[in-house]
């Protein structure tokens, strides 16, 4: 079974401080994303990579950075945190397709880290 | 941008009976895929149907796809109190070549025994 996992369920940080959530996955997939969710507004994506060192932006990239050394591990960076940011994480992996008519793999969840900004 | 909408917001049945939820979509896709998400929890996969498939099934899932209309449905026959979640569509639009789907609101089904 893929298994995608998140560092942390739940985490509070004060406002201003540098967060760091990691990703990670085990089924080699070349393709990670970032989403927050928030009541209301349904999943919206941050940030998200197709290879080791890619990124592409995503629909709300603002405030966000992202790190990809390896290709299990995908890093979502709060550089200055702040309360807007309150939101559940949750990171997702899948396969990328070959070709236009191999694209768009089921993508797999983490659980979720919930972070709070107070 | 939001991309499908899901309809109803909320949806609550007795068990056994069967649950639809829409979803409409605004460009064109290359596929659609439904996901449940359980309280607090990530979402999980359950069916993805390409642009060029009408119709799919998985166990009591059926889904349909209506390229014409934009809007695709979830069926889920016989329910259970287990089923209660929330279910999200989500689109892969056709052309780029990024993997990114958009996801709808979701609609929140709530099972009674």
């Known amino acids: 079974d893929v298994k995608v996992t998140q560092s942390s369920r739940y985490l509070v940080k004060r406002t201003g401080e540098k967060v760091f959530l990691e990703c990670v996955q085990d089924?080699?997939?070349?393709?990670m994303f970032w989403y927050r969710q928030d009541p209301g507004l349904g999943l919206r994506l941050i940030y998200f990579?197709?290879?080791?060192?890619?990124?592409e932006k995503g629909d709300i990239p603002e405030g966000y950075s992202v790190s990809r050394e390896k290709k299990e591990r995908f890093s979502l960076i709060l550089e200055s945190a702040s309360t807007n940011q309150t939101s559940m994480y949750l990171c997702?992996?899948?396969?990328?397709?070959?070709?236009?008519?191999?694209?768009?793999?089921?993508?797999?969840f983490g659980p979720g880290t919930r972070l709070t900004v107070t | 941008s939001q991309q499908g909408e899901e309809d109803p917001q909320a949806l609550s049945i007795q068990e056994g009976e069967n649950a639809t939820m829409n979803c409409s979509y605004k460009?064109?896709?290359?596929?659609l895929q439904w996901y449940r998400q359980n309280s607090g929890r990530g979402l999980v996969h359950l069916i993805l149907?390409?642009?060029?498939?009408r119709e799919k099934h998985s166990g009591r899932l059926r889904v349909t796809l209506d390229t014409s209309k934009k809007s695709s449905s979830l069926l889920i026959t016989a329910s259970r109190a287990a089923d209660t979640a929330s279910y999200f569509c989500?689109?892969?639009?056709?052309?780029?070549?990024?993997?990114?789907?958009?996801f709808g609101k979701g609609t929140h089904l709530i099972i009674q025994p």
């Open positions: 460009t064109s896709i290359n596929n």
């Open positions: 990579s197709y290879d080791v060192k890619m990124k």
């Open positions: 997702a992996s899948s396969l990328r397709g070959l070709g236009r008519g191999a694209r768009g793999y089921e993508q797999y």
């Open positions: 089924m080699d997939h070349e393709n």
């Open positions: 149907i390409r642009s060029n498939e």
């Open positions: 989500a689109t892969l639009e056709s052309g780029g070549g990024a993997d990114g789907l958009t």
